[in-house]
C-alpha cells in the first residue's frame, strides 16, 4: 500500500473524530445501570497504560471489564526460556485481577496483524459474541502499525454493528499517538496507584519507562482539565440512544 493514501485516509478519520461531538457532560440519569465495557489494546500493557485508571473506576463501581490483547507476541521468540506470548499473557492476566477485568487473548503475531477481511471477521464475532455496550480502543493516528490496525478494527465493526459506543484513548502521546486532541478528561488520582501496580506487572517491557512516560501524560491532561492526574479520551459519536461510560468526565479550561 502506498503511504500517502494511507496516511490521508488515516487523516481523514481522525479529523471525523475530532469533530464528531462536543464534550461529554457525564452519564444521563438512565444510565445507572451496570455496563459491559471492552477494551482492546494491541497489546498486553496498551489497555493498563492507555485506560487503566479508566478500567480501575469502572470495576469499582461494579461494571464488567474485559480486556482484549490482539497480539501478544513476534514469531518464535523468547523471554529468558518462555514463548514471549506465554510470559505476556501471564503478566497481562496479573494486570487485569489487579483492575478486575477479565482478559482476553486474541492469537495474532505482531507482523501478522492485519486489517484484512479475516481478522475484521474474527474480531466482529468476538465483538457481537461479548455484546458490549462501550468499547474503548486506540486513536487511530499512531506511530505503532499495531495500534492503528486495532483502532481501524473496532471502527470497521462500530460502523457495520453500531449498537455500542465507542471511546478512543492515547498512549506514548507525542512518541506513538499523534494529533490526539482530547474532549474527555477523567480523574484518577484515587486510582492512580492501582493503574501503576497494574503496569508494573509487566515487567518483560520496562514498565518504569513506560509509567514515565504515562505519568507526564497525567499530568499534562490534569493540567488541561484542572486536576492533578487526568486520563484524556475522545468519544466518537453523540447518538443519545448509545450507552455512555457513567463516568464524571471533565471538559478543557477555559
Known amino acids: 500500500m502506498k503511504l500517502l493514501p494511507l496516511l490521508l485516509a488515516m487523516g481523514c478519520l481522525a479529523l471525523a473524530f475530532s469533530f464528531a461531538r462536543p464534550a461529554d457532560a457525564g452519564p444521563t440519569p438512565d444510565q445507572k445501570k451496570k455496563l459491559r465495557v471492552v477494551v482492546?489494546?494491541?497489546h498486553p500493557d496498551d489497555p493498563e497504560s492507555g485506560c487503566g485508571g479508566l478500567i480501575a473506576l469502572l470495576t469499582k463501581g461494579g461494571h464488567e471489564v474485559i480486556s482484549g490483547y490482539l497480539t501478544c507476541y513476534r514469531g518464535e521468540r523468547k523471554i529468558g526460556a518462555e514463548p514471549e506470548a506465554?510470559?505476556?499473557?501471564r503478566e497481562a492476566t496479573m494486570a487485569c485481577q489487579i483492575l478486575n477485568a477479565k482478559p482476553h487473548f486474541f492469537d495474532y503475531a505482531h507482523e501478522k496483524l492485519f486489517a484484512d477481511g479475516a481478522t475484521l471477521e474474527a474480531v466482529s464475532t468476538w465483538l457481537k459474541k461479548v455484546n458490549p455496550d462501550v468499547v474503548v480502543t486506540h486513536w487511530p493516528l499512531d506511530t505503532h502499525p499495531n495500534h492503528h490496525v486495532t483502532s481501524s478494527l473496532v471502527?470497521?465493526?462500530?460502523?457495520?454493528?453500531?449498537s455500542w459506543s465507542l471511546y478512543l484513548f492515547e498512549v506514548m502521546t507525542d512518541r506513538q499517538t499523534m494529533a490526539f486532541r482530547p474532549e474527555l478528561y477523567l480523574d484518577i488520582e484515587s486510582v492512580r496507584d492501582l493503574k501503576k501496580k497494574a503496569l508494573d506487572c509487566h515487567r518483560s517491557q520496562e514498565p518504569d519507562a513506560i509509567w514515565a512516560a504515562h505519568d507526564r501524560m497525567h499530568r499534562r491532561?490534569?493540567?488541561?482539565s484542572g486536576v492533578k492526574y487526568a486520563e484524556a479520551f475522545v468519544r466518537t459519536d453523540s447518538i443519545?440512544?448509545?450507552p455512555k461510560l457513567p463516568l464524571p468526565f471533565l471538559s478543557r479550561k477555559k
Open 40 to 42: 482492546l489494546g494491541a
Open 86 to 89: 506465554q510470559v505476556r499473557r
Open 221 to 224: 491532561r490534569g493540567a488541561e
Open 155 to 162: 471502527w470497521q465493526c462500530y460502523v457495520r454493528e453500531g
Open 240 to 242: 443519545s440512544e448509545r
